[in-house]
T-cell receptor, first 113, second 116 residues
Framework: IAGITQAPTSQILAAGRRMTLRCTQD?????MYWYRQDLGLGLRLIHY???????GKGEVPDGYSVSRANTDDFPLTLASAVPSQTSVYFC????????????FGPGTRLTVL | AQKITQTQPGMFVQEKEAVTLDCTYD???????LFWYKQPSSGEMIFLIY??????QNATEGRYSLNFQKARKSANLVISASQLGDSAMYFC?????????????FGAGTQVVVTP
């Protein structure tokens, strides 16, 4: 069982380009999340999905979009990347209740130049 | 306002010794979960231990235990018999039951370095 996989592992992107970060989980969890981790700011929630077919905005959603066509996949798209989106992006999943552990993918290190 | 506070930016601990990492939290929600994660230099976030607000006993998972003092709103992580592989950043996080987003709120982290 792989848990959560993310792709790519790292990417350097020119500003203005479109980019999709992929996230797949094999735990059949209902809820999935995207966080970004920045030095000094910790992890912040970008978007979430409580179940397939539904998504919601987190703390820092601007410039990002997500979709949840099925239980396993939760891609994050940057429509037109900007340098401030340089960060490490983590996908996570859980059963959904506040008592349930969120498990994280290995992360994607994105640099926007 | 900061909901999770970790006051120790970094600390050194000798191998085989125990170390306590502090975490205080702020919430008015009676239902919440507290989590500790480890982030080694390789970058992945590894779940260590969970404590629920209604749990009567302190959580334990192998060498990890959580000193949960609800009235003080603290949830300190204790690592017993430290190993070199315990060197990492440690994050305390909370999820409130009333939060429909389901987001984890993280502290700033504590960098632990285990020395031989």
């Amino acid at each position: 069982i792989a848990g959560i996989t993310q792709a790519p592992t790292s990417q350097i992107l020119a500003a203005g380009r479109r980019m999709t970060l992929r996230c797949t989980q094999d735990m059949r969890h209902n809820a999935m999340y995207w966080y970004r981790q920045d030095l000094g700011l910790g992890l912040r929630l970008i978007h979430y999905s409580n179940t397939a077919g539904t998504t919601g905005k987190g703390e820092v959603p601007d410039g990002y979009s997500v979709s949840r066509a099925n239980t396993d996949d939760f891609p994050l798209t940057l429509a037109s990347a900007v340098p401030s989106q340089t960060s490490v992006y983590f996908c996570a999943s859980s059963e959904g209740l506040y008592t349930d552990t969120q498990y994280f993918g290995p992360g994607t290190r994105l640099t926007v130049l | 306002a900061q909901k999770i506070t970790q006051t120790q930016p970094g600390m050194f601990v000798q191998e085989k010794e125990a170390v306590t990492l502090d975490c205080t939290y702020d919430t008015s929600d009676p239902s919440y979960g507290l989590f500790w994660y480890k982030q080694p230099s390789s970058g992945e976030m590894i779940f260590l231990i969970y404590q629920g607000s209604y749990d009567q006993q302190n959580a334990t998972e192998g060498r990890y235990s959580l000193n949960f003092q609800k009235a003080r709103k603290s949830a300190n992580l204790v690592i017993s018999a430290s190993q070199l592989g315990d060197s990492a950043m440690y994050f305390c996080a909370m999820r409130e039951g009333s939060d429909s987003w389901g987001k984890l709120q993280f502290g700033a982290g504590t960098q632990v370095v285990v020395t031989p």
